[in-house]
């Protein structure tokens, strides 16, 4: 290489030509398949779809099924010696136990009386009572409107004329007596005074005004002061 070099400065022949190293590719071909009769033309046209996740992936491992003692110890039982004559037998408070712990040993109360459903005649449901009031029949008894206090309203107590009064508005409810779904007994508790207070702690929740806006026959005043 170096007389070649020197040659080619100087414009002398060489002697010698040098032999370069020429890079050559070696061609290998790719292992045979498995089954050996696959052809490149056959791994072309392959459309399938792999498995997912692969059949020896950790995903397909089955998981290991656990015992119902192996996940939760049960809870200990104490002794017959530990236990007092008389005294029943209290749950374990273990915190892994999924028995609520007792509170009390006492009966538990009866249950207090519930209203019962009185059953209407035929004939006197809501839909049979709004038709009613729709009718033009005059369910209020009076004229005009006017102011009523205690004394006058106390007046009107019985069954063939009952008055009452709820939120400052006082209602002829002698015709919806046989309608009223707690019965004509329960109504007429209020007949003759205020049942604001008793509306509002057994069915707040009905629009008294609307139910009874036929029948109102004036408005509940404070009692006139005597000169």
């Not at 006492?106 to 809501?126: C, D, I, M, T, Y």
């Not at 729709?134 to 006058?152: A, N």
């Not at 007994?185 to 057994?202: K, N, P, Q, Y």
Request: net charge neutral.
């Amino acid at each position: 290489m170096t007389s070649y070099l020197r040659s080619w400065l100087t414009g002398a022949p060489s002697t010698s030509t040098p032999t370069l190293d020429v890079p050559t590719f070696q061609r290998i071909s790719p292992p045979a398949s498995d089954d050996g009769d696959e052809t490149e033309t056959e791994r072309d046209n392959d459309d399938s779809i792999p498995a997912f996740p692969a059949l020896n992936s950790a995903q397909r491992a089955k998981p290991a099924i656990l015992s119902d003692s192996a996940l939760m110890p049960p809870p200990p039982v104490p002794s017959l010696a530990s236990r007092t004559a008389g005294v029943p037998l209290r749950p374990s408070l273990n915190p892994n136990s999924l028995v609520v712990p007792t509170t009390t040993t006492q009966k538990p109360q009866k249950p207090s009386k519930k209203r019962e459903k009185v059953a209407l005649a035929p004939g006197h449901s809501a839909l049979d009572w709004a038709a009613l009031k729709s009718s033009g029949t005059d369910l209020r008894g009076v004229d005009t409107l006017t102011r009523i206090p205690p004394s006058l309203l106390k007046q009107h107590r019985s069954k063939t004329d009952a008055w009452t009064a709820i939120n400052g508005k006082v209602y002829n409810i002698t015709a919806y007596l046989p309608y009223h779904p707690g019965g004509e007994r329960e109504l007429m508790r209020v007949a003759g005074r205020d049942g604001t207070h008793l509306f509002a702690s057994t069915h707040a929740w009905v629009n008294a005004d609307f139910m009874l806006d036929s029948c109102l026959v004036g408005f509940l005043v404070p009692e006139p002061q005597s000169g």
